[in-house]
């Protein structure tokens, strides 16, 4: 595999196509919207001389990895050559179903197609293609730089052969694959969402406030990040997406969204990205400021 094309270029896609330059893949970075792969191209630039500064990566290497990228907005033309597909668009099942019918069309043949879905179902992603043993989960983690993991989801029909492919690809790119069955939530999200979910109940239900709540996590239990920190960081519209994908997929009620993420979400408090959630964020300021409605 050389050629690389990576749909969507918000947090994840930049962060993927980042990876795959870096590591000397030639990468073209598909958007519909060209401020959108602006500032994906913006983010990822900022991020190369961050490595620059630290040491991780040297200037030929980041200069020669910019070089790489090729920003598009035409989906056909950028994935006309090829040899791996990594879908990075919104957490929509229907959005991606109509990206990969179009994708299958436009890609060769050869092309295996993957998916960066942090929950929706391989084997429904893959139903729409004509190549189902070529439709992968690849699952990185945020952010794609720094983090090690590539949950790698096998789809009801994905092949051995598709499966080794992506495996010694992720390695190549110096990240640590893991196999998981495409069942909801596959295993990251599977346990990480209840734990986001229940921090939330906890707050809800008055059993101690955020601050408490993350540093028990944090203190308690060796966590970097604490849960509710942690859901502002991933978005909690994200996470309520997740936690309904669960709900619908299992039919258990223990997966059932907490009622106050609902609000916060209906309320257009999404966490980091939208400035509020359970903490408040000031650009350019590092600082925890828990928000004005949780304080005591």
Same mark, same amino acid.
């Given at each position: 595999m050389k050629n690389i094309a990576v749909i969507g270029s918000g947090t994840m896609g930049n962060g993927i196509a980042h990876v795959f330059a870096q590591y000397g893949f030639d990468v073209s970075l598909i958007d519909t919207s060209e401020d959108a792969l602006k500032k994906g191209m913006a983010t990822i630039e900022k991020n190369m001389a961050r490595q620059?500064?630290?040491?991780?990566?040297?200037?030929?290497?980041?200069?020669?990895?910019?070089?790489? %990228? /090729?920003?598009?907005? /035409?989906?056909?033309?950028?994935? =006309?050559?090829?040899?791996?597909?990594?879908?990075?668009?919104?957490?929509?099942?229907?959005?991606? %179903?109509?990206?990969?019918?179009?994708?299958?069309?436009? &890609?060769?043949?050869?092309?295996? %197609?993957? =998916?960066?879905? &942090? &929950?929706? /179902? $391989?084997?429904?992603?893959? &139903? *729409?293609?004509?190549?189902? =043993?070529?439709?992968?989960? @690849?699952?990185? @983690?945020?952010?794609?730089?720094? @983090?090690?993991?590539?949950?790698?989801?096998?789809?009801?029909?994905?092949?051995?052969?598709?499966?080794?492919?992506?495996?010694?690809? /992720?390695?190549?790119?110096?990240?640590?694959?893991?196999?998981?069955?495409?069942?909801?939530?596959?295993?990251?999200?599977?346990?990480?969402?209840? @734990? $986001?979910?229940?921090? $939330?109940?906890?707050?809800?239900?008055?059993?101690?406030? *955020?601050?408490?709540?993350?540093?028990?996590?944090? %203190?308690g239990m060796a966590h970097p990040m604490g849960p509710l920190q942690l859901a502002d960081f991933i978005g909690l519209d994200v996470c309520l997406s997740i936690l309904r994908v669960l709900h619908d997929g299992f039919g258990n009620p223990k997966y059932a969204p907490c009622p106050l993420l609902v609000n916060m979400v209906q309320a257009g408090h999404k966490g980091v990205k939208s400035g509020a959630g359970f903490y408040k964020y000031t650009a350019g300021s590092k600082e925890l400021v828990v928000a004005d409605r949780f304080k005591k």
């Open positions: 620059v500064e630290k040491g991780t990566i040297d200037n030929a290497t980041r200069t020669a990895a910019l070089k790489r %990228l /090729s920003p598009s907005v /035409s989906p056909a033309d950028g994935v =006309s050559k090829a040899d791996l597909v990594v879908e990075a668009a919104t957490e929509n099942l229907e959005l991606k %179903l109509k990206i990969f019918q179009n994708l299958d069309t436009y &890609s060769p043949k050869h092309a295996i %197609l993957a =998916s960066n879905t &942090s &929950s929706i /179902s $391989i084997t429904k992603i893959a &139903s *729409v293609t004509n190549r189902p =043993s070529q439709v992968i989960g @690849m699952h990185f @983690m945020n952010p794609v730089p720094l @983090m090690k993991l590539v949950e790698v989801i096998r789809g009801y029909q994905t092949s051995d052969e598709t499966t080794a492919k992506i495996f010694e690809l /992720s390695r190549t790119l110096g990240k640590v694959p893991v196999e998981v069955n495409d069942y909801p939530g596959f295993i990251a999200n599977r346990i990480l969402m209840p @734990m $986001i979910n229940e921090a $939330i109940y906890s707050l809800y239900e008055g059993v101690a406030g *955020v601050e408490e709540i993350d540093t028990v996590m944090k %203190l």
